[in-house]
């Protein structure tokens, strides 16, 4: 699924509150941060910083994945036949 319109208008970059843009399967701000989008949800964990809680490490492993498997289109929401990156990251 898409980005809702509503959120996509109302997300600024997490790192210095920027309105962003969609470019292909990615949100950008003006000052070049980008975060990628894996089935309509925008995965904002800054990459800059460490992550200590087990799901937000594997929301970028997942989103990685994704990107380097072409598993899916990050941008329209269309998956391959592998579970939905959520339910994986939930353990279900």
Known sequence: MPIDRWLFENLVC??????????GAQLKCANGHAYRIVDGIPILLRDDVDHVHWAAV?????????????????GTGRRSAKRCPVINLLGC
């Open 14 to 23: 997490p790192r210095d509150d920027e309105p962003m843009e969609l470019f």
């Open 58 to 74: 594997r929301a970028l492993e997942l989103s990685e994945e994704i990107l380097l498997s072409g598993a899916g289109d990050a």
